[in-house]
């Protein structure tokens, strides 16, 4: 069974959206330079559907999309919470960040709208550094996904501004 340390609404972490990140503890990735390294530990309460619907309920229409932040030591267990929201929340959208490089094959891609994959490899930097490995992926219509990495990417340049 998946625990969860904590939770919040944030904009960053999937574009356009409004997202619950609910942050699962008992990463075994452990990946060096990890900004998140306090969910290496096993802490936290259970995430259960009962939670998930708990808290859906609780900031209802305010969300669009609920991202499950680790997992990877039960993905079937990710798996299957995002199903429950596809089939009790309908209207939210699902996301999963793992730190894993692949997703596992007996998982069905198909429950979720965004999954993120890949290590953070400090040198290369998280998703907001265009030399990362990390990649974010949303499912279109067809069912296939779509690398959107590059929204989190900063342009440059100048703008003008005109005198009015």
Request: proline share 5%; glycine share 6%; charged share 25%.
């Amino acid at each position: 069974m998946l625990k969860y340390v904590n939770y919040s609404v944030v904009f960053q972490e999937i574009p356009d959206e409004t997202t619950l990140s609910i942050n699962i503890s008992g990463c075994p990735c452990h990946c060096p330079g990890c900004h998140s390294a306090y969910l290496w530990k096993d802490d936290g309460e259970m995430l259960t559907p009962n939670v998930i619907d708990d808290l859906i309920n609780r900031f209802n229409k305010d969300i669009t999309c609920i991202a499950l932040m680790g997992g990877d030591k039960d993905p079937t267990e990710v798996e299957a919470l995002a199903q429950h929201i596809r089939d009790h929340h309908s209207w939210c959208k699902t996301a999963w960040y793992s730190g894993r490089q692949y997703i596992p094959h007996s998982i069905d891609r198909q429950v979720f709208d965004y999954i993120k994959v890949g290590p953070y490899i400090e040198h290369l930097g998280a998703l907001t550094s265009p030399r990362t490995n990390q990649k974010l992926l949303k499912r279109l219509a067809d069912g296939t996904f779509e690398d959107i990495t590059r929204l989190f990417w900063k342009k440059t340049g100048t703008t003008s501004v005109k005198n009015i």
